[in-house]
């Protein structure tokens, strides 16, 4: 059993930026993964994820060129840098582990954090 803990949410303004983290309770090398968001009264969706190594990533197509996700599984820690951030941004952001190698679906996923808020103002 993977336990991840999401840090980093928060209020910031239209362009501005913000760091999520995503801390595990064991060792992540095993995983693929994962970061989806979920904005009031939609359904989850993804927006990045990273192959077990680092070697590979894939993002939506709306986050392309403004964040970047990157791992250290010497730290079990999985992170999302957001720039130039815009109110369609706002939800509750998700980190997620697959025992695949990654994965764009959230059900391929096995492990999933609480949740943090991230609110961007216009």
């Known amino acids: 059993q993977v336990q991840l803990v999401e840090s980093g949410g928060g209020l910031v303004q239209t362009g501005g930026s913000l760091r999520l983290s995503c801390a595990a309770s064991?060792?992540?090398?095993?995983?693929?993964m994962g970061w989806f968001r979920q904005a009031p009264g939609k359904e989850r969706e993804f927006v990045a994820a990273?192959?077990?190594?680092?070697?590979?990533?894939y993002y939506t197509n709306s986050v392309k060129g403004r964040f970047t996700i990157s791992r250290d599984n010497n730290k079990n820690t999985v992170d999302l840098q957001m720039s130039s951030l815009k109110p369609e941004d706002t939800a509750d952001y998700y980190c997620?582990?697959?025992?695949?190698?990654?994965?764009?679906?959230?059900?391929?996923?096995?492990?999933w954090g609480q949740g943090t808020q991230v609110t961007v103002s216009s």
């Open positions: 990273i192959s077990r190594n680092g070697g590979s990533t």
């Open positions: 064991q060792h992540t090398f095993g995983y693929g």
């Open positions: 997620a582990a697959t025992q695949f190698n990654s994965g764009l679906e959230a059900v391929l996923y096995d492990y």
